[in-house]
């Protein structure tokens, strides 16, 4: 009786090997450290390196091996003081064509790293970082829809020779167009109301003329501000995600406000110029007609206007956009088989490839262009250069938008869903143009208007208070186990100790991240693990003071127990699975560790905790048990 099968034991055994060592890089810590990556047509090549090595060793500065990847240089330090010395010291050296980044690394040995050990992400609130508050501008969002809606009202009464004047947009989000005779306006209204179905249309009557307005309904209004938030917040992941930072937080705040934060970066500009390539992208064609390829543009002539290089050449575009990067579902840099130059390999959703089509085939050996937009968000300043601030004191802000002309290459042919960009790239240029496209453009411009920085020593203040809370609980379990079941208390504090390793264990394996309200869910979870080696234990009493054997009552505790072990953790577990899918943040970094926490305790707590008493108790005649 009370004996377990050899499988069983191995099983435990492989279990708490693979936690032991998936746990152990989180021992490690991390090192400070900088990151050096390039900006427009810098590479960071073995010359960057030698010029780093060489600026770090004329200052004194220790240093471990830089390494390369593709993210760009990583040079580790002993301490903060010389990761911040170097970190001025590299930017002297390279100048501002290289950005040069703080960063923390994971201190795990090579060997562990090669096993795919990796300790787990640090939220915010416990590694450091920066947090943003971006405000979405809806009016935007509202004014590209009713360019839009303009566009399809021009379109719909060319196709159907409908004469009309004029189509204006005027205050409040209303459309008007103006007809010369009613009949001309009755038709356009048939049409119009025919093909676009979300536009809520009115016949008005002046002496001037016959107008038709439109207007977007309420539902549609509601789904374009819905799905503008939404595609910047996949934005913002996507880049972010893409430029390498671990876990980053992106969620809504309120109607048109989204959450970034960013664990582990140090450096606020560095978490600005991340946040600042989300950026959104206009595809125009080149007005050949009033000689917009020449650099003596003095006037800039209706339905067009001047745009620039980014070395300053003047171009001529036509105002209208043909599409944007809305329409763009995948991009990637790769090398025209003609000239082995750099180009970006372009795939368009079905709207964006049927638009494509027709305007290429209608302006092959004309130039389209691609133009870079950027809404930027910078402090307003006096004559004198100082801020300026408002009633409340706070700095007052001003937008300035950045356009820039990418390329501007000539259509050689009929493109569809997939073409390429040429132009003089570089494959530093060609990689960050693809990232940009890949990542899908803003849906309307963001501006920060609140941004925090969370320094690592706070971070680290909480968590060794954090793990001061576990230390404390988990040492009050154990006493209080060893106490009051003697023995088997100690059966309880091994599992309880398992149980641990395993949670940081499965933590670090599948990379999910540790807030605070996470340490307070390992808190709760030491609490109730012992839950259930209570339930055994009074059984296995209660069964003694029956007067059955020890064995028996061993045996009889544990199986006994087990549906109420089971019922019990299984209706924490269906709460927790909720929070996790209804919550935001903080509750889903509390549900992630709690529901962990509960699948590892029912493993040490039933197999764990038996395999345990099995070896010290099972197969011998037991005159009394010590519980």
């Known amino acids: 009786m009370n004996k377990y099968p050899l499988w069983k034991y191995l099983l435990i055994v492989a279990v708490v090997g693979v936690g032991l060592l998936y746990a152990l890089p989180n021992l490690y810590g991390e090192d400070p450290a900088i990151q050096v990556s390039g900006s427009r047509a810098a590479t960071v090549d073995d010359a960057t390196l030698t010029r780093v090595e060489q600026a770090l060793k004329n200052a004194g500065v220790d240093y471990t091996a830089p390494a390369r990847d593709e993210l760009g240089l990583k040079v580790r330090f002993a301490n903060t003081g010389a990761q911040l010395k170097a970190r001025d010291l590299v930017q002297r050296e390279l100048g501002n064509d290289y950005t040069v980044a703080l960063n923390l690394l994971p201190a795990t040995p090579a060997w562990l790293r090669a096993l795919g050990g990796e300790p787990m992400y640090l939220g915010?609130?416990?590694?450091?970082?920066?947090?943003?508050?971006?405000?979405?501008?809806?009016?935007?969002?509202?004014?590209?829809a009713e360019d839009s809606y303009a566009d399809d009202m021009r379109r719909v009464m060319r196709e159907e020779k409908i004469r009309y004047v004029t189509v204006k947009r005027r205050a409040g989000g209303t459309l008007e167009v103006r007809f010369k005779d009613e009949d001309n306006r009755d038709k356009a209204y048939a049409e119009i109301r025919k093909e676009l179905q979300e536009l809520e249309l009115r016949t008005v009557d002046r002496e001037e003329g016959f107008y038709l307005t439109a207007a977007m309904d309420k539902t549609t209004l509601q789904e374009k501000r819905r799905f503008a938030l939404e595609q910047n917040m996949t934005s913002l992941r996507n880049r972010v995600n893409e430029l390498g930072v671990a876990e980053p937080i992106v969620q809504q705040q309120g109607q048109d406000r989204?959450?970034?934060?960013?664990?582990?970066?140090?450096?606020?500009?560095?978490?600005?110029?991340?946040?600042?390539?989300?950026?959104t992208l206009e595809f125009h064609m080149v007005d050949h007609e009033h000689n917009g390829l020449s650099p003596n543009v003095n006037r800039t002539p209706p339905g067009s206007k001047l745009y620039r290089f980014r070395d300053g050449r003047p171009i001529l575009l036509k105002k209208r956009v043909i599409y944007s990067g809305d329409n763009i579902v995948d991009a990637s840099p790769s090398f025209d088989s003609r000239n082995n130059s750099p180009i970006v390999s372009i795939t368009l959703d079905a709207r964006g490839a049927a638009i494509n089509q027709r305007v290429t085939g209608q302006n092959i050996h004309k130039n389209m262009a691609v133009v870079y937009i950027e809404i930027r968000s910078?402090?307003?300043?006096?004559?004198?250069?100082?801020?300026?601030?408002?009633?409340?004191?706070?700095?007052?802000?001003?937008?300035?938008?950045?356009?820039?002309?990418v390329t501007a290459p000539e259509i050689q042919s009929q493109l569809g869903k997939r073409f390429q960009i040429e132009g003089s790239f570089t494959l530093q240029e060609a990689n960050d143009l693809a990232l940009v496209l890949r990542a899908g453009a803003l849906a309307a411009p963001v501006e920060i208007i609140e941004e925090r920085t969370i320094g690592p020593s706070l971070g680290q203040a909480n968590i060794d208070q954090g793990f001061r809370s576990i230390a404390i609980g988990f040492v009050g379990v154990l006493v209080f186990m060893?106490?009051?079941?003697?023995?088997?208390?100690?059966?309880?504090?091994?599992?309880?100790?398992?149980?641990?390793?395993?949670?940081?264990?499965?933590?670090?394996?599948?990379?999910?991240?540790?807030?605070?309200?996470?340490?307070?869910?390992?808190?709760?979870?030491?609490?109730?693990?012992?839950?259930?080696?209570?339930?055994?234990?009074?059984?296995?009493?209660?069964?003694?003071?029956?007067?059955?054997?020890?064995?028996?009552?061993?045996?009889?505790?544990?199986?006994?127990?087990?549906?109420?072990?089971?019922?019990?953790?299984?209706?924490?577990?269906?709460?927790?699975?909720?929070?996790?899918?209804?919550?935001t943040g903080p509750i889903k970094g509390f549900a992630i560790t709690l529901s962990i926490g509960i699948l590892t305790s029912m493993f040490t707590a039933i197999f764990v905790a038996r395999g345990v008493t099995n070896l010290a108790f099972g197969g011998r005649r037991l005159p009394a048990l010590s519980i």
């Open 124 to 144: 915010l609130d416990l590694r450091g970082g920066v947090h943003f508050l971006m405000q979405v501008d809806m009016k935007a969002v509202l004014d590209k």
């Open 258 to 279: 989204i959450v970034v934060q960013l664990p582990g970066v140090q450096d606020t500009a560095k978490a600005k110029e991340i946040l600042g390539r989300t950026a």
């Open 378 to 405: 910078e402090p307003k300043l006096d004559k004198d250069g100082n801020p300026v601030y408002d009633d409340k004191g706070q700095p007052v802000r001003v937008k300035k938008r950045i356009e820039e002309v």
């Open 482 to 583: 060893v106490l009051y079941y003697r023995a088997f208390g100690w059966v309880a504090n091994l599992a309880l100790a398992l149980n641990l390793v395993l949670i940081v264990a499965a933590l670090s394996l599948f990379q999910a991240t540790l807030t605070l309200p996470g340490i307070a869910g390992i808190l709760l979870t030491v609490g109730m693990a012992v839950d259930a080696n209570v339930l055994i234990f009074e059984r296995i009493r209660e069964e003694v003071r029956n007067g059955n054997t020890p064995q028996a009552s061993i045996h009889a505790g544990y199986a006994k127990a087990l549906s109420t072990i089971a019922d019990a953790n299984i209706t924490t577990l269906i709460a927790a699975i909720m929070l996790f899918n209804f919550g």
